[in-house]
């Protein structure tokens, strides 16, 4: 938990997270050729909706925040779950322009149904660039993290676990 931690024992673990994410940034950059030559930075903080987010810093420069709380325990697929959902998101920034990232900014909070087409999309693309299965996991540990009543709410713009497994068995076909 991390009100046990105190001082010098969670500033070490606060950057093994931080070094753990960074890895496996590093792993899969290569699946996203649209981000290629990207500077992507992690830094940890407590998200109020959800456990990780991902902005766009600069033309080539993105940000993943990370709840720590949400992420110290997690296994390495349970983290890259999260991350290659985040990465997904930044190759779609990095097709917009200035202004279209900051209608995007303005939709996002308007529009939930805008909201839902951008998370389902980003799901969509993780599973079909083959990490559908940590993407589960990840959404697995999520649930078990925010409890049932929360799942039914978040499930209304992202894919749920039942929509996540289908898409797996209909590429397995
Ligand atoms: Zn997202």
Partial sequence: MHTALFGKEMAETEKGLIARCN?????????YPLLGGA???????PQKKGSMIAKRKGK???????????YVKANYTEL??????????FEEYSKMGVLGYWIFLLMSRLSRSYSRRIERGADMQTIRK????????NRKMRREDMGEV???????????????RKEL?????
């Avoid at 890895?23 to 699946?31: L, N, P, Q």
């Avoid at 500077?39 to 903080?45: A, D, G, P, Q, T």
Wanted: glycine share 6%; charged share 35%; aromatic share 8%.
């Fill in 150 to 164: 929360s799942y039914r709410k978040a499930i209304t713009i992202y894919m749920s676990n039942e929509e996540i």
């Fill in 23 to 31: 890895r496996i940034v590093k792993g899969i950059k290569k699946d």
């Fill in 39 to 45: 500077r992507i930075e992690i830094v940890l903080k």
């Fill in 130 to 137: 083959g990490y559908g299965r940590a993407l589960l996991a």
């Fill in 60 to 70: 080539r420069r993105y940000l993943i925040e990370v709840d720590y709380r949400k």
């Fill in 169 to 173: 068995a209909d590429r397995k076909r």
């Fill in 80 to 89: 890259l779950g999260a991350l290659v959902h985040e990465l997904a998101h």
